[in-house]
């Protein structure tokens, strides 16, 4: 998987970034098909500056009805149906985006001709497509607001393809079937047990996508021990006060959070446009001497999960 960043301001955009948007490309489906996090406004111009295809779009998950975070939405999906994709998609978000997608399309006699699905979730499991779990976490912010776990499902073991041959057992179509662990019955009358030939299960992936916070005990669940965690960093470690009144987090408040959390990794976003490029550094630099293994998203960053 890979996390691509298409926007990493915080309220307005600036002149070198825009608000918040996050696509996650599914590497294990081999389709270039991704899901988007929030869909801030512009969200669908950064997109055509980077290899994502409308079509390929799978689901889009919201992690609250701030502007920053949904006001992309209907020009996304209208150019993506006025472009003639037909592949359907599926919104997840709090209580509201239903109303906010269809109110904003019909007021504005728009529409969708590919299907359209709106969910809207509450805490808990969000969707499970056998591959991949998704789940919602409630956030500490000004309104509703989630958090979202990612967790790909774990993978058998590689085949002991060399082994088998070993054993005189030849190569057949069974071998997808013994590579899903199951057993099989051969023209010799031999039974094959797939299990037997499992190297140990590919741990598969994990991540969080954090919605805006303040500080919240919820954090260390939502991101246990996750190989990649995307967190809000919308003010420097000295205005803790001012961010968390507003429902934000500081650099330091973010990477501590990581750290109790057991993460391997964090990446920081969210940034006010107050800051510059000139000043990445010195928010990096707050959030590595809690967290040494952060890293900070600018627009159009690549990470491999
Ligand atoms: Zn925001
Ligand atoms: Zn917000």
């Not at 499992?198 to 260390?220: E, H, M, Q, V």
């Not at 990446?267 to 446009?273: Q, V």
Request: glycine fraction near 10%.
């Amino acid at each position: 998987m890979e996390l691509l960043f298409l926007g990493t301001c915080a309220g307005t955009p600036s002149r070198e970034r825009n608000v918040t948007a996050i696509a996650l490309t599914l590497g294990n489906s081999g389709s270039g098909g991704y899901w988007l996090f929030d869909c801030g406004e512009g969200t669908q111009h950064q997109m055509m500056r980077s290899p994502l295809k409308p079509g390929k779009m799978e689901k889009i998950f919201i992690t609250h009805l701030h502007g920053d975070h949904i006001f992309g939405l209907p020009g996304l999906l209208t150019s993506r149906s006025m472009g003639g994709v037909t592949e359907p998609l599926t919104i997840y978000g709090p209580v509201g985006i239903k109303a906010f997608v269809e109110t904003t399309l019909s007021l504005s006699a728009s529409y969708v001709t590919f299907p359209l699905e709106i969910v809207e979730i509450t805490a808990g499991e969000v969707c499970d497509d056998g591959q991949i779990r998704v789940s919602a976490w409630p956030m500490s912010h000004v309104i509703e607001c989630y958090g979202y776990r990612i967790e790909q499902h774990d993978k058998p073991g590689v085949l002991d393809a060399a082994r088998l041959k070993a054993e005189g057992i030849p190569a057949g179509n069974w071998f997808q079937q013994l590579k899903r662990g199951e057993t099989v019955l051969l023209a010799d009358g031999r039974e094959v047990c797939g299990q037997d030939y499992l190297g140990p299960s590919i741990k598969g992936k994990s991540l969080a996508i954090f919605g805006d916070t303040a500080p919240t005990p919820a954090a260390s669940e939502l991101a246990a021990n996750v190989d990649v965690m995307v967190h809000e960093t919308t003010l420097e470690a000295s205005m803790a006060e001012k961010a968390n009144s507003r429902g934000h987090s500081t650099t330091v408040q973010a990477a501590t959070a990581a750290k109790l959390a057991g993460a391997k990794r964090l990446i920081a976003t969210h940034f006010s446009a107050r800051y510059d490029f000139a000043d990445s550094e010195r928010l990096l630099a707050e959030c590595r001497e809690i967290f040494p293994a952060t890293e900070l998203a600018r627009d159009f960053s690549v990470f491999k999960v």
